[in-house]
């Protein structure tokens, strides 16, 4: 089955600054590569997604890459503000048995320092 | 807010207990997610429903099970629980079987004693 790795576990920047979070996944069947973010005591929100036939999508300060060919895809924030810290997740679809599941990897907690 | 809305949202039982938690979708989808938030273990998918039946499952114990009412609301039911199964749970949905996207509830804390 799927299986997505991800890195770093913790990652720390300065408020301005860009954070990079990276994850690979192993079925080159998955199309569908979501990203999340969770703050504390709620559930995980979509921040942005990308499907297999496109290599990058933006959405103002937020940007995610995908790289079919290594299977991996990263999530780029820019100009990073204090309200960015969060745990984040990114996950790979996988479709099977007439149905569609989401993995996920084991999520990054970000902190913007002031 | 996704418009995907669990109860209750804390939930502190002992351990041989049984418990239901409840998620109401978004207006429209037809497909409900459960998942389990561990600290340990992540986001694990435990079991998808779709108009009612059920479609694929995960890493479910035998001691769960879940079900979809016909007007779509899921209930996850949890028993003879185990210290371990403390954790958070969250429900997700979707429009359809194979819509990708999938919006989450503010999930339900249980927590085993």
């Known amino acids: 089955g799927e299986n997505v790795e991800q890195h770093p576990s913790t990652l720390s920047v300065q408020e301005g600054d860009s954070a990079v979070i990276k994850c690979t996944y192993s079925?080159?069947?998955?199309?569908?590569f979501p990203w999340y973010k969770q703050e504390l005591g709620k559930g995980p929100q979509l921040i942005i997604d990308?499907?297999?036939?496109?290599g990058e999508k933006k959405d103002q300060r937020i940007a995610v890459t995908l790289n079919k060919t290594a299977k991996h895809f990263s999530l780029h924030i820019t100009e990073t503000q204090p309200e960015d810290s969060a745990v984040y997740f990114c996950?790979?679809?996988?479709?099977?048995?007439?149905?569609?599941?989401?993995?996920f990897g084991q999520g990054t907690r970000l902190t913007i320092n002031p | 807010d996704s418009g995907v809305t669990q109860t209750p949202k804390h939930l502190i039982t002992a351990t041989g207990q049984r418990v239901t938690l409840r998620c109401s979708p978004r207006?429209?989808?037809?497909?409900v997610y459960w998942y389990q938030q561990s600290l340990d273990q992540g986001l694990q998918f435990l079991i998808q429903?779709?108009?009612?039946?059920?479609?694929a499952k995960g890493n479910i114990l035998e001691r769960f099970s879940a079900q979809q009412f016909p007007d779509l609301h899921s209930e996850l039911n949890l028993s003879s629980l185990e210290l371990g199964d403390s954790a958070l749970y969250f429900c997700?949905?979707?429009?359809?079987?194979?819509?990708?996207?999938?919006?989450f509830g503010p999930g339900t804390r249980l927590t085993v004693l």
């Open positions: 997700a949905s979707s429009a359809g079987i194979f819509t990708d996207t999938q919006y």
């Open positions: 079925d080159s069947a998955s199309n569908y």
């Open positions: 990308i499907r297999s036939n496109v």
């Open positions: 996950a790979a679809s996988q479709r099977i048995q007439g149905a569609q599941k989401l993995v």
């Open positions: 207006s429209g989808d037809l497909s």
């Open positions: 429903y779709y108009n009612g039946e059920e479609r």
